[in-house]
């Protein structure tokens, strides 16, 4: 006969809340564990190119700011080189090309600071188009949502890109540019994440 563990409760269960935070952000949750949140430091000192800020919202059906989100995001260097062992001494030292941030509780922006990708080389020999990939998880979603981000900047690289063109409706695909704009000479680009409605972001099943 199976034991009963009448002392042991059972764990809430979640899509993803505030367990996320203390898991993958711990510092936002307030839980100082270590002297810098793991992933916010996407190009470290060393890295070449164009220093830029990325910022946006993720926003619901509604048009309303979700607050609880979490974005992970990959790119390559400015010569469109990723951190991988496979190009050790091809990337700088301290370039990771990867970060994370959470939006913020209050306003529901995020945002971070990276250098400016490169094209990137596929293996089947084409070119990508300067991108960031982004992952996204919040509460109500169960699955990880998967996108990335272009910049409007880069109109002959985009109109090449093997991706962007997999989606047929041109419109969709302005829902992954990235709005270029400059404050206090810093260049920024916004992109912000809708994820149901008209004009909601294009997601990939990856």
Same mark, same amino acid.
């Given at each position: ?8 409760? @059972?764990?809430?269960?979640? #899509? ?11 510092? =936002?949750?307030? /839980?100082?564990?270590?002297?810098? @949140?793991?992933?916010?430091?996407? $190009? ?10 990325? @910022? ?9 700011? !979700? ?5 992970? =995001?990959? %790119? $390559? &260097?400015?010569?469109?080189?990723? =951190? ?18 959470? +939006? ?9 600071? #990276?250098?400016?990708?490169? *094209?990137?080389? +596929? *293996?089947?020999?084409?070119?990508? $188009? *300067? ?9 109500? !979603? &169960? ?7 272009? /910049? ?5 690289? &985009?109109?090449?890109? *093997?991706?962007? &063109? ?7 695909? %302005? ?27 294009? /997601?990939?099943?990856?």
């Amino acid at each position: 006969m199976r034991q009963q563990l009448n002392y042991l409760k @059972e764990t809430p269960s979640q #899509t993803a809340g505030p367990y996320v935070h203390i898991g993958l952000a711990p510092g =936002a949750a307030g /839980f100082e564990i270590y002297r810098q @949140e793991l992933g916010w430091d996407i $190009a470290g000192p060393n890295a070449r190119g164009e220093r830029i800020r990325v @910022e946006g919202r993720v926003i619901d059906g509604m048009d309303s700011p !979700i607050k609880d989100v979490l974005l992970e =995001a990959w %790119q $390559a &260097n400015a010569d469109g080189i990723y =951190a991988h062992p496979e190009h050790q001494g091809e990337v700088e030292e301290g370039f990771r090309g990867w970060g994370r941030v959470i +939006t913020d509780f209050e306003t529901g922006d995020w945002g971070f600071d #990276t250098v400016k990708p490169g *094209p990137v080389k +596929t *293996p089947d020999g084409k070119v990508a $188009a *300067p991108h960031i990939s982004l992952w996204i998880v919040a509460r109500g !979603i &169960n699955v990880g949502l998967q996108t990335r981000l272009y /910049f409007e900047d880069e109109h002959q690289a &985009n109109a090449a890109d *093997p991706v962007l &063109n997999l989606i047929e409706w041109e419109r969709r695909r %302005q829902t992954l540019i990235a709005r270029k704009e400059t404050r206090d000479g810093q260049t920024v680009y916004r992109f912000d994440i809708k994820l149901q409605g008209q004009d909601e972001t294009v /997601f990939f099943d990856i």
